[in-house]
């Protein structure tokens, strides 16, 4: 388990990075997510930035195309050095481990490449939705537990899914199966749109291996305080 929750930078410009950052002390060390919002507004400038601040990087971008253009494209993701990345699972077995082979492709000699996850079933798709627009016609909770076994064949690390699915994952996969949960509330917090939430604690007790939190901490008056009252209750020091 990451000692640091995973704060999700759902900003759309440096500049407001930039405003939220600097309410944390300078030498602390984050553990920071950039998503598809702040990435296709900055390119790859912004992780090359975030990353000589000192921070740990998971870059969020949900790749799904055929083998050889994923291959490629972490090919170039992995010159990046960031510390996580992540495809669809519904891309196949075969463009998964492309994906993982541009990983290894990319890393400088002596590195360690990314770990490598995939998104199973997203939270926001419904077990209506699935049946009628993906026609798979099993249960959700199935579908996330296949997702997750063909990650586990493809050779990658693990998946993101909700923290309530962990165990259902952890019961069919292997013991260093990662499992990145984002869905978190402290408790008593805003749910916000978000549906199917854990607090911290609960997360560390199912046995997440990562959280992800995003407007808790980005929304909150004083988010040095909010990520430190996540972290103490996500590495158990608020016992
Ligand atoms: O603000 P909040 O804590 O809800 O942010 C959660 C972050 O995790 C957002 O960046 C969201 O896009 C992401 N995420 C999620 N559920 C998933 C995958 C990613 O909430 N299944």
């Known amino acids: 388990m990451s ?19 600097v309410k944390f002390p ?18 790859p400038e ?19 195309d055929i083998p050889n253009t994923v291959e490629k494209a972490m ?9 996580i990345t992540n495809v669809h699972a519904a891309g196949g077995i075969q463009m998964m481990e492309a994906a993982k082979a541009g990983l290894e492709k990319g890393t400088n000699p002596g590195e360690n490449p990314p770990v490598l996850i995939a998104v199973t ?7 209506t939705q699935m049946h009628h627009d993906q026609l798979i016609n099993v249960s959700l909770k199935e579908s996330v537990r296949h997702y997750a076994k063909c ?19 952890r019961n069919t996969t292997n013991e260093h199966f990662v499992c990145l949960t984002p869905g978190i509330r402290p408790s008593g917090s805003d749910v916000g749109d978000q549906k199917r939430v ?7 007790t199912i046995g997440s291996t990562y959280i992800v939190v995003g407007r808790p901490i980005t929304q909150a008056s004083d988010p040095y305080q909010a990520y430190t009252t996540v972290k103490k209750e996500w590495s158990g020091e608020n016992k």
């Open 75 to 83: 090919t170039g993701i992995a010159k990046l050095g960031v510390e």
């Open 121 to 127: 079933q997203l939270t926001s798709t419904s077990e």
């Open 151 to 169: 990650a586990e064949q493809a050779g990658l690390a693990g998946v993101v899914c909700s923290a309530l699915e962990v165990e259902e994952i």
């Open 26 to 43: 300078s030498e602390e060390s984050l553990f920071v997510k950039v998503g598809m919002e702040l990435f296709y507004q900055e390119g």
């Open 46 to 64: 912004i992780v090359r930035w975030l990353k000589e601040l000192g921070h740990s990087i998971f870059l969020d971008l949900k790749l799904h």
């Open 3 to 21: 000692l640091r929750p995973i704060i999700a930078l759902d900003f759309s410009s440096r500049e407001e990075v930039e405003s939220f950052l």
């Open 198 to 204: 854990v607090t911290p604690n609960d997360a560390r």
